[in-house]
Nanobody, 117 residues
Framework: QVQLVESGGGLVQAGGSLRLSCAASGRIASNNVMGWFRQAPGKQRELVAGVTGGGMTNYADSVKGRFTISRDNAKNTVSLQMNSLKPEDTAVYYC???????????WGQGTQVTVSN
């Protein structure tokens, strides 16, 4: 089992910045994949950014150049630095851990990000 705890959401004005963090605990495997997803009201959950254990990253087109994902393997944490936030970034943001052997996904409880005009 893996537990994920997110922090760092909140309310920010358009153009501002927020940093989300996710701490994983439990049976953490090496070479896992961690990522951030988001879900806005009435919409499907979508990938925001992902990072492998080796540091390879991928981003949704809508956040490229504005968001940066990073991880600390020693601390089992993943962070998402969000700059130049837009109202359309408003959503509940979820951290996801994928076990490399079973491909099972574990999800955090979610943290609300609200960007006002």
């Amino acid at each position: 089992q893996v537990q994920l705890v997110e922090s760092g959401g909140g309310l920010v004005q358009a153009g501002g910045s927020l940093r989300l963090s996710c701490a994983a605990s439990g049976r953490i495997a090496s070479n896992n994949v961690m990522g951030w997803f988001r879900q806005a009201p009435g919409k499907q959950r979508e990938l925001v950014a992902g990072v492998t254990g080796g540091g390879m990253t991928n981003y949704a087109d809508s956040v490229k150049g504005r968001f940066t994902i990073s991880r600390d393997n020693a601390k089992n944490t993943v962070s998402l630095q969000m700059n130049s936030l837009k109202p359309e970034d408003t959503a509940v943001y979820y951290c996801r851990y994928t076990d490399p052997l079973s491909n099972r996904d574990y999800w955090g409880q979610g943290t609300q990000v609200t960007v006002s005009n």
